[in-house]
């Protein structure tokens, strides 16, 4: 299921596959990638919106915990390995052990790229 949130976000939370024409439509505002905001415990992801934080105050308002969200964009067409760039300035998390933008935890990064190939694809041309 796809909630919309709010116009102008044009921010999907989904908890099950995006429709691959809801995933070009947010595409187009970078043209190459979408960002994206994964609750890890939770299971779903805030795709879209021009920055992370956008994607995490939905997550937020929806009862996410903000030490289970991880930003990161998908790149489609890139393939299973070079589709998930985990990077984004909410990672930033000195008192997690996470000191730069990147994930550095590999169980998170596991657990994003579990939902990521689920949720929204596994790199392939759209």
């Known amino acids: 299921m796809a909630v919309m949130a709010p116009e102008p976000t044009d921010i999907l939370v989904l908890e099950r596959r995006i429709a691959r024409d809801d995933l070009v439509r947010l595409l ?6 979408v960002k994206y905001v994964v609750d890890v415990e939770r299971g779903v992801v805030a795709l879209g919106g021009e920055l992370h934080a956008d994607a995490e105050q939905v997550l937020l308002e929806q009862g996410s915990h903000q030490a289970d969200l991880w930003g990161a964009n998908y790149y489609p067409g890139r393939g299973r390995e070079g589709c998930i760039e985990f990077t984004s300035l909410i990672n930033i998390r000195p008192a997690r052990g996470n000191r730069g933008m990147e994930v550095e935890d ?18 392939g041309p759209l």
Not at 111 to 119: E, N
């Open 28 to 33: 187009r505002l970078f043209g190459d990638m």
């Open 106 to 123: 590999p169980a998170v990064k596991e657990r994003i790229r579990a939902l990521t190939f689920t949720l929204i694809g596994e790199g």
